[in-house]
């Protein structure tokens, strides 16, 4: 049982360094095999992370528990397999299922652009198109745009998308810094405190 031990923590850690430097070549070729483990497939329970992360820890344990326990062969192989098992189960619950669901896009949708500021790049007309350049993240793009109200708006005006039309264009109108006017405050009531007690 040593020998299958062994055999099982090496190759896991063999696996591991490879999948750190080959990692997208693996990939390719995990992707080749598309669809070759469909019969086996446990709703993504059985992937090859959590696998080969349990069949480490397999082999770990065994070794240890063969070299330091008095334990029986098979009772060893047993708790070995166990702790595998384990491990393989709390790795998949707590790190690749998790990963499997989280957002790694950086795409979004036009419906998006609603409400963010931009500038004219290209001087668009009073009943024309012209052309905005609109922050997304971590991405600059350049967008289709008219002026909602109907204003021409040179180039190098700041904007903000009021909305997107159905064809995708940008609806802009110019950004204010600050009102020509102050705007009113609504009326407040004035607190009124308790008369002093005599």
């Not at 998790?98 to 609603?114: D, H, I, L, Q």
Request: net charge negative; hydrophobic share 50%.
């Amino acid at each position: 049982m040593t020998t299958l031990y062994w055999i099982c923590l090496v190759g896991g850690l063999v696996f591991s360094v490879l999948a750190v430097f080959l990692g997208d070549l693996l990939d390719g070729v995990f992707d080749g095999l598309d669809g070759a483990f469909d019969a086996v497939d446990l709703d993504g329970v059985l992937d090859p992370l959590s696998f080969v992360g349990g069949l480490t820890a397999f082999g770990g344990a065994g070794v240890l528990l063969d070299a330091y326990t008095g334990l029986a062969p098979a009772t060893g192989a047993a708790l070995a397999a166990g702790l595998g098992l384990a491990l393989a189960l709390v790795m998949h619950v707590a790190y690749v299922k998790p990963m499997k669901e989280s957002e790694n896009s950086t795409g979004f949708s036009v419906r998006e652009y609603a409400g963010k500021i931009g500038e004219v790049n290209t001087a668009i007309p009073a009943d024309g198109y012209g052309e905005v350049l609109v922050r997304m993240g971590a991405s600059v793009t350049f967008q289709p745009a008219a002026s909602f109200d109907g204003t021409p708006l040179p180039t190098g005006t700041q904007v903000v998308v009021v909305e997107v039309d159905p064809d995708g264009a940008l609806r802009v109108a110019r950004l204010e810094d600050e009102p020509d006017e102050p705007l009113p405050l609504p009326a407040a009531e004035t607190p009124r405190l308790p008369a002093p007690a005599a």
